[in-house]
């Protein structure tokens, strides 16, 4: 039924240390074909995915629920024949009804590659969301949805590069998968995330954060913290703390955080062909 | 595919403007570009054609404004679901800047460059005959940076991601190479009516 082999393959030319007008997106498998664009900013490349794996949709039976939030929770799946996935990367998922209807979206992996033939997915309740309200009133252990994945090398992290990660809300939940995969493995490199949530009671994962983490909130926050959004401050001491090689910094969330964002960590210095943006809509 | 326990799901709208599995975003109109979104003044902005051209070409903001124009009106479908109806969309159709750089007779794909060193690939057949345009214009205002302004490309019988924001130039080929999203798994033509969204549907 799928093909259950992962071809990760590092693109090896996409690491360009300075922003370079000349660096090709490199993206794919096939760079002697790469056409450069002779521009001023360049997108980096990343992993090349699995065309197959992207196209196949999978069975994903339903084992456990996990609440984080009032307005999030944690749905974990078997998928028997997942062929793995590097942090960052979402997959698509449907729902299908009676009548053959199908309603699909997209959702970020939670949980770290190390999760043999299970994976991690965390939502929050959008008011009057079709795929979303579905999962928070009536899903249970032993559904059946089903799945594609997953998708998109670029918003991926193999765990080599000093990673600054930068998420909102639900924005935090590809980012997780680079923590948890970062502490699985054990791994050296320098990894920080800088986590914005309205509330402590509206931050997910909020018991799982180490060290690394600078939560920020934004309308109510624990006395002792101030209340405020993610600032240029923020940024620039992260920044300061600048690894070999510098960092790639990935930032998650609706777009008009994505642009508060990712304008700051421009401003603050950070080149802009590493910095990788996930954009909820 | 099994049936989904208890999903229902919207009522359901008989609308033959709606690609399969696509919805109708209403007023929204999500972003999702994966780079910064570049501050490009228009006098900065430029579009050049060239590869295999009898006479590649460089046009700048005044030069570009001053072919004739020609809107777009009608819907935009986005590969993540959503589809936007009845929106206008004003520049130049990229006919007036093919006719002025002549594509050579062996020419039959493209690849659309942006500013940002995004890329997109596109059969050149899906370029010409008045289906593609250089749009400056979202409405009756200027295009908004985050939607792909000062300028983007407009294919709009095709998903959005072809669509390439920032628009730089064109580079034309006698063969086809992928853009940044089609060597990251999707479709390498995008049309919405065959659901092509990644490679293999
Ligand atoms: C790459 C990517 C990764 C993502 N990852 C995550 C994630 O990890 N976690 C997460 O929670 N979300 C994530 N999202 C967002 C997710 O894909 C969905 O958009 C979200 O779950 C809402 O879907 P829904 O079906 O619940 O809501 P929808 O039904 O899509 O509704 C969204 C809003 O629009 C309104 N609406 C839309 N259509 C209609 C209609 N026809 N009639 C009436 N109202 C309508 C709804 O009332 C609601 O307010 C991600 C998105 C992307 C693009």
Redesign the pocket.
Known sequence: MTETSASWTTSTSSTPAVPSATSAPTTGRTPATGFTPPTRFAVPGRIAVDNHTAATWQRATLTEIRRETPR?ATFRFAVPDWAGHLPGQ?LMLRLRAADGYV?Q??????SPPDDAGHIE???????????????HTVARPGDEVEVRGP??GF?AWPGDRPALLIGAG??V??LMSMVRHHRARGLSVPLRLLVSARSPEELIYASEYGAETTPVFTRSAPEDVPVGRVSAAHVARLLADRPDGGWEAYV?GSNGFAEHASRLLVDAGQPVDRIRI???? | MNVTRGFAG?PR?QNDRLPPGQ????D?W?V?SAEVTPELAPAEWTFAIDGLVAEPRTWTWDEAHALPSSAYEGDIHCV?SWSKFGVRFGGVSLDAFLDLVRPAPEATHAVAYSHTGYTTNLPLADLTGGRAWIVWEYGDGPLPAEHGGPARLLVPHLYFWKSAKWIAGLRILDHDEPGFWEQNGYHHRGNPWEEQRYSGD
């Open positions: 999030a979402h309603a979206r997209h959702y970020s992996i939670a997915l965390t939502l929050d309740q959008v008011d009057g969301g079709e795929v979303s309200g579905w999962f998708l998109s918003f639900s924005g939940v590809p998650c996930e954009r909820f809509g | 919207r709208v919805y109708d975003a209403g929204d999500p999702l993540t």
